[in-house]
């Protein structure tokens, strides 16, 4: 047994080394492309052939991003998970980041990482050992994913290999993880815990208290959502915004497609979490789409139009549960900028316009304006949706449906996350609105094989806080992320944020915190509601195991408190073999 392995104790390598490789391979594998492979439509903001387009946080989800400022802002935090984007600070999930998705930084591997793995499986049932018994079985998933497009193989791999991993290194057992983390454990600052340990490589629960008992998942409600949406739509999928002409109007129509990271800003203005956006993360540019309207138009000898826009692609009512006109905008196929009532904003919850689709239509009016071509009065909402085959005059093309995830899971973007989860329920043949999501997300769990006992699910993003599921499917999802059977689902291992590094993990797991040699050994997903705080990812241990967990507590201790004493439980799991 290893438990006693001190912080840093690591065979073959410094922690220091390792957070340095951690960051290299970070570089190589979303500077690489992350998880995008079939051919796919031109890049944001280029033309393309006419033809129809494919279109596919109340305090809460936003609950990483908003992290300090949503923790502690009074009643505004049980609106939401504001809280998780807290680690940052204010910027939680969202602001935390260090680094975009797609950047360097964003991804982390030991030292020497190993060609891309394939031995991992899907993951087990949550039956399992609880912290007494004994390492489970792994369980194979019932179905595979979808055709859909593959993860570049290496760099993907990269992120599930650990340095010293391989047929030597030694499982830790249940009886030394729980020696290594009884201790920790019993910090009265984590409240109720739920708590489950993984071989990433095979799926076998080693270690569990309480991990089939249904918790809040709060944020980490989007790594459901972001397995189902991925094994149910190719990961090269773009979403995208066209101008087509109208036959019952005469004039044009902006067909929203889903996309709400459609951009009205400059390209050399356009952040994402503070830092400027790459080739491959760039958001579609609504300029770019006025400009190609603009000359086609023209070409017809047209500088006079009537506009109006068609946001039918969703269903249902546009306002979350939770929702407070911060954290997550009016939910419509048709906004730029997230809904923000100031596009160039950092904040981590910022003020959000009431109409989204409407205040998008004015923005391209004045962008048509700016090319010579004036539109007659005010852009009204169409009275029907526009026919398939209308004429296109422009159209514009999201990043990658496996870029989106990455980015929605590093910031732990609410916004993007039910835009997400809507493009899973058309995938699914479900309505497009937050019951179909919900429906079309929780079927296609359980078409993969995952146990739905106890899990609830009411949106996409984690703000609802009648969600519920059990810590041991969460590593399940997890394993299924690592899995060799599903390539495709790669994205939700790389889009996870890098403790001390990036997302809403930027802030955490720093010096003073106890938790100081996790950091760049620990890939998790954050989440926070009032009195929920929630982390589920990856760990590389001492011997160069990696290890899927997820901790779920409900407390009321201070928000920065309860989560220094969650990141201690998984520095715990770093510092030792636990065999």
Do not use: W
């Not at 492309?33 to 796919?40: N, T, W, Y």
């Not at 990658?400 to 916004?415: G, H, I, K, P």
């Not at 955490?508 to 009195?531: E, I, M, P």
């Not at 990696?546 to 201690?568: E, H, Q």
């Amino acid at each position: 047994m290893r438990a006693g392995a001190g912080p840093g104790r690591r065979h073959g390598g410094t922690a220091a080394g390792l957070f340095g490789a951690s960051l290299l391979v970070a570089a190589t594998v979303l500077g690489a492309g992350g998880a995008s492979a079939l051919p796919s439509a031109p890049p944001s903001g280029s033309a393309s052939p006419s033809g129809p387009g494919a279109g596919g946080n109340t305090r809460g989800g936003q609950d990483e991003g908003n992290g300090r400022r949503g923790e502690n802002r009074g009643d505004k935090e049980n609106r939401g998970e504001k809280g998780d984007r807290g680690d940052q600070g204010d910027r939680g999930d969202r602001g935390e980041e260090s680094g975009r998705p797609g950047s360097p930084g964003s991804s982390s591997a030991r030292p020497g990482t190993a060609p891309p793995s394939t031995t991992a499986s899907a993951p087990p049932a949550p039956a399992s050992p609880s912290a007494s018994a004994t390492a489970s079985a792994p369980t194979s998933a019932t179905a595979s994913a979808k055709p859909s497009a593959v993860a570049r193989p290496a760099p993907a791999g990269a992120v599930l290999a650990a340095a010293e991993a391989g047929p030597g290194a030694g499982l830790p057992t249940a009886q030394g993880l729980q020696q290594a983390l009884a201790t920790v454990l019993t910090d009265q600052n984590l409240g109720t815990v739920g708590l489950a340990v993984a071989d990433a490589a095979d799926g076998r629960l080693l270690y569990g208290k309480g991990e089939n008992t249904a918790a809040t998942p709060a944020s980490t409600t989007k790594l459901a959502t972001s397995v189902a949406a991925l094994s149910l739509i190719p990961g090269d999928t773009r979403l995208v915004t066209r101008v087509v002409k109208s036959a019952a109007t005469g004039g044009i129509t902006l067909v929203g497609g889903g996309d709400p990271t459609l951009t009205a800003l400059p390209a050399d203005q356009v952040q994402i979490a503070g830092v400027p956006a790459d080739p491959d993360t760039a958001p579609a540019s609504l300029d770019a789409l006025a400009r190609q309207t603009a000359a086609a138009l023209k070409a017809a000898g047209t500088t006079t139009v009537v506009l109006d826009y068609d946001v039918s692609l969703y269903t249902g009512p546009l306002l979350h549960k939770n929702h407070d006109g911060e954290n997550i905008a009016a939910v419509t196929p048709l906004m730029v900028d997230e809904g923000k009532a100031d596009p160039k904003s950092l904040a981590d919850a910022p003020a959000r316009v009431a109409d989204p689709a409407g205040a998008a239509a004015e923005a391209f009016a004045n962008l048509l304006k700016a090319q010579g071509v004036t539109v007659q009065g005010k852009a009204k909402a169409a009275a029907a949706p526009a026919a398939a085959d209308a004429p296109v005059l422009g159209r514009v093309d999201s990043p990658t449906m496996a870029r989106l995830v990455e980015r929605m899971l590093t910031t732990s973007d609410n916004t993007l996350a039910e835009a997400i989860a809507r493009q899973a329920a058309i995938a699914a043949h479900q309505p497009a609105a937050f019951e179909g999501a919900a429906t079309a997300v929780t079927q296609e769990l359980a078409r993969l094989g995952v146990p739905m006992t106890g899990v609830v699910l009411n949106d996409g993003s984690g703000l609802h806080p009648g969600n519920a599921i059990p810590p041991a499917v969460l590593v399940g999802l997890l394993g299924l992320a690592a899995s060799a059977q599903h390539p495709t689902l790669r994205p939700v291992l790389t889009g996870l944020p890098i403790a001390g590094f990036t997302g809403t993990l930027g802030k955490r797991f720093g010096a003073g915190s106890g938790a100081a040699d996790a950091a760049g050994l620990v890939r998790a997903k954050t989440g926070s509601l009032s009195g929920v705080n929630t982390l589920a990812g990856t760990v590389v241990d001492a011997d160069g195991r990696l290890l899927a967990f997820a901790l779920m507590t409900r407390t009321g201790a201070p928000v920065d408190t309860a989560r220094a004493a969650m990141d201690r439980v998984v520095a715990r799991l770093a510092a030792c073999g636990c065999r």
